[in-house]
């Protein structure tokens, strides 16, 4: 499994973000195969992890061409600096959310 973490420092966010934002994170997942999407947003700081079986689907992701548009208008416009990731995770821990039953 892979991980894509994607760090950005905010230039501008608007509402033109939120919708691209929406629909490629729906494309990941229905088109490429992304397992997981988790976005976070602190102060002028977005963090995105996306979730990947293999290497060659977040190639395939990043070529996407509403992909390389987002790409374009974050380097031109939303994002004063950006930095992307991209790792294997060797090991996984995770503790399931409990549900109380009635």
């Known amino acids: 499994m892979y991980a894509v973490i994607f760090i950005a420092e905010w230039n501008t966010r608007d509402a033109q973000y939120e919708a ?3 629909k490629l994170r729906a494309i990941a997942v229905e088109k490429y195969g992304c397992l997981d999407f988790v976005s976070i947003t602190d102060g002028e ?3 995105t992890i996306s979730y990947w079986s293999d290497l060659r689907q977040i190639q395939r992701w990043k070529e996407d061409p ?3 548009k987002a790409q374009h208008l ?3 416009q939303w994002y004063s600096s950006y930095r992307v990731e991209i790792v294997q ?4 821990y995770e503790m399931p959310s409990s549900t109380s039953q009635s």
Request: aromatic share 0%; no cysteine.
């Open 20 to 22: 691209m934002a929406a």
């Open 45 to 47: 700081r977005e963090i």
């Open 66 to 68: 509403l992909h390389r």
């Open 74 to 76: 974050g380097r031109t």
């Open 89 to 92: 995770i060797r090991r996984r």
